[in-house]
Antibody, heavy 117, light 110 residues
């Protein structure tokens, strides 16, 4: 069974940092591109970033470039999102997902990030 | 403001058919595959359609997808109350080098 489990969310002050993790099982993680998404309360889905199988290519949403870093550890079957200089508008549920060619087939249950003083 | 444009809401009676449109441009829908996602209240999104019109295993054939030019459409036939959810279209934008989604369409089965 394919499973993706996000963790690391929580309450952080504006300007602070958080590192999200996504631990996967049930499929060959090292063969998939992976993506992070977010969904602010009551809002739509927003793609945040993705990373190639070997980590050699990464792409980001414009509003997070220079602040967020996506990475992965294929030996640990884990995906990460380092989030720095957090803003109120970054508050959302963050999802990780497998990224096949042009679509996102398996999703985690999400982890909530709250940015507030 | 989302890169892809969807109607905010659609509704229809049980057993009827509904379509949800998704409009983009040549840099996204026009030159890339479109996928569709269903998000039931309080849950993670679920892939419904990929590569414009392909259904993953387990998705009933009541759900269909099509694409023409810079627009795509999700069709749902034989509506059930359990289909009440938010539906999102998504694709890659070659100019932005980013994934892009529509703002979502809330389906109400009256």
């Amino acid at each position: 069974e394919v499973q993706l489990v996000e963790s690391g969310g929580g309450l952080v002050q504006p300007g602070g940092s958080l590192r999200l993790s996504c631990t996967v099982s049930g499929f060959p993680f090292s063969t998939y591109w992976m993506s992070w998404f977010r969904q602010a309360p009551g809002k739509g889905l927003e793609w945040v970033a993705n990373i190639k199988q070997d980590g050699s290519e990464k792409y980001y949403l414009d509003s997070v470039k220079g602040r967020f870093t996506i990475s992965r550890d294929n030996a640990e079957n884990s995906l990460y999102l380092q989030m720095n200089s957090l803003r109120a508008e970054d508050a959302a549920v963050y999802y990780c997902a497998t990224n096949s060619i042009g679509f996102f087939d398996s999703w985690g249950q999400g982890t909530l990030v709250t940015v507030s003083s | 403001q989302s890169v892809l444009t969807q109607p905010p809401s659609v509704s229809a009676a049980p057993g009827q058919k509904v379509t949800i449109s998704c409009s983009g441009s040549s840099s996204n829908i026009g030159n890339n595959y479109v996928s569709w996602y269903q998000q039931l209240p309080g849950t993670a999104p679920k892939l419904l359609i990929h590569e414009n019109n392909k259904r993953p295993s387990g998705i009933p054939d009541r759900f269909s997808g099509s694409k023409s030019g810079t627009s795509a459409t999700l069709g749902i036939t034989g509506l059930q109350t359990g289909d009440e959810a938010d539906y999102y279209c998504g694709t890659w934008d070659t100019s932005l080098s980013a994934g892009v989604f529509g703002g979502g369409t809330k389906l109400t089965v009256l």
